[in-house]
Nanobody
Framework: VQLQASGGGLVQAGGSLRLSCAAS????????MGWFRQAPGKEREFVAA????????LYADSVKDRFSIARDDAKNTVYLQMNSLKSEDTAVYYC?????????????????WGQGTQVTVSS
């Protein structure tokens, strides 16, 4: 499956952005979808994940209550709504797809990755 992330940009602290990740090439619905991010000089870190059914979600503690992940299987798209953005949210955001589990934080569980979209939060 090919993944295309979009929606990044420059936003002031306290603002909002919605990232999208469109899937193509294979049926989208059997995949667990996740979002990860990587800031300059730092390792890639887990942000959020959503199960195949959409009934189970998982968030990093740093984004819980500010970010929300959702999926629309009819559009083969997963979203990341980011509210109350902080400067420390600045990073390249990647979407990923995995198979055979409910939700997971480990990037090694995900088999397919998008190209990333830059999110910059100015303070």
């Amino acid at each position: 499956v090919q993944l295309q992330a979009s929606g990044g940009g420059l936003v002031q602290a306290g603002g909002s952005l919605r990232l999208s990740c469109a899937a193509s090439g294979r049926t989208f619905s059997p995949y667990v979808m996740g979002w990860f991010r990587q800031a300059p000089g730092k390792e890639r870190e887990f942000v959020a994940a959503i199960s195949v059914s959409g009934g189970r979600t998982l968030y990093a503690d740093s984004v819980k209550d500010r970010f929300s992940i959702a999926r629309d299987d009819a559009k083969n798209t997963v979203y990341l709504q980011m509210n109350s953005l902080k400067s420390e949210d600045t990073a390249v955001y990647y979407c990923a797809a995995g198979f055979g589990f409910i939700v997971a934080r480990g990037h090694e569980r995900y088999d397919y990755w998008g190209q990333g979209t830059q999110v910059t939060v100015s303070s």
